[in-house]
Nanobody, 115 residues
């Protein structure tokens, strides 16, 4: 089993920045990627960003140039730096850890961007 835990959400004004953190623990040896998804009220969960163990990253078009995902290779942690935030970025942000066995999800952290 892998445990995933997010932190760092909050309330920010349009144009502001937030940094989300995610830590994975447990049987992490088989993980090959960690990423972020988000779900706004009344909408489906959508992909935001992903980083693989080799460092390659992917981003949703809606966040390219504003969000940056990075990882700490020593402790299975990933970070999502979010700049130039917009009201449409308001959502619950979920971190996941992907292994060859399964995908593990955190409980989510709320990000609210006020206009």
């Amino acid at each position: 089993q892998v445990r995933v835990e997010e932190s760092g959400g909050g309330l920010v004004q349009t144009g502001g920045s937030l940094r989300l953190s995610c830590a994975a623990s447990g049987r992490t040896f088989s993980m090959y990627a960690m990423g972020w998804f988000r779900q706004a009220p009344g909408k489906e969960r959508e992909f935001v960003a992903r980083i693989r163990v080799n460092g390659l990253t992917d981003y949703a078009d809606s966040v390219k140039g504003r969000f940056s995902i990075s990882k700490n290779k020593y402790n299975n942690a990933v970070y999502l730096q979010m700049n130039s935030l917009k009201p449409e970025d308001t959502a619950i942000y979920y971190c996941n850890a992907v292994s060859h066995i399964s995908t593990y999800w955190g409980q989510g952290t709320q990000v609210t961007v006020s206009s």
